[in-house]
């Protein structure tokens, strides 16, 4: 039986719940130390996964940036870089975005109807794999599993961490709390309306929290719930 990876939600919010405001400038929410906070979690990560919706209208490129952290995972026998994974249903990408072209290996997980139109785009750039007819997050992290990657770093956007929560397979929450408020209802939560698993009463564990300058850290463990 394929081992799924263990999967870590990480997000930077405000204190209302958000991951962005509705502006067109990216709304800075973590600060300096947190990001290198941030970067180790990526450097501990075997891969890392965000949605073609954040990829559209980001543009990350999605890197380890310390130097000293590429060269300690290259000592440990990995690549510089973690696997870069995005999903799509439509497979609405475009071979300029900036995923594409730093780092190492890109992975692009669809569906039936969208694999050859994302192939077509992206030619050599990524590898494309289609997990079926339905986008079913289950059969996302058996491909996963069925391809080495132990550690999971899932960097949104809201819609995806809003569905791994849903189905109970997310086993960590990195929560960057920023002293903002955005109060915008059109911007971007870091997580929307749901069946979450126990319901509204269900208390998930506190593994840590501290404050990194003026972001509040908290981890928490989902799968981990009392009533």
Do not use: C
Not at 120 to 139: E, H, I, M
Not at 156 to 176: N, P
Not at 194 to 219: C, H, N, Q, W
């Amino acid at each position: 039986m394929t081992t799924r990876p263990y999967v870590i939600l990480s997000a930077a919010m405000s204190v209302d719940g958000y991951l962005d405001d509705a502006n067109p400038e990216r709304l800075r929410l973590s600060n300096a130390a947190d990001f290198d906070r941030v970067d180790q979690v990526r450097a501990e990560s075997d891969a890392i996964l965000i949605g073609a919706t954040t990829m559209r209208k980001d543009n990350p490129r999605l890197l380890v940036n310390s130097e000293e952290r590429r060269a300690q995972r290259v000592a440990d026998g990995k690549p510089a870089y973690p696997l870069k994974v995005t999903v799509t249903r439509t497979g609405d990408l475009s071979a300029d975005l900036n995923f594409w072209h730093h780092g190492d290996k890109k992975l692009v997980v669809t569906v039936d109807d969208a694999a050859e139109k994302v192939r077509a785009t992206l030619g050599d750039l990524a590898d494309v794999v289609s997990v079926g007819p339905d986008l079913d997050w289950g059969l996302v992290l058996d491909e996963l599993g069925r391809r080495g990657i132990g550690r999971l770093m899932v960097e949104g956007g809201g819609t995806i961490h809003t569905q791994l929560m849903a189905a109970g397979l997310a086993d960590e929450v990195h929560l960057a709390i920023a002293p903002l408020l955005v109060g915008q209802p059109e911007a971007a939560r870091f997580l929307g309306t749901a069946d979450y698993p126990g319901g509204s009463t269900a208390r998930m564990k506190v593994l840590e929290v501290r404050a990194i300058d003026d972001v509040v850290f908290v981890r928490y463990a989902p799968k981990e719930r009392t009533a």
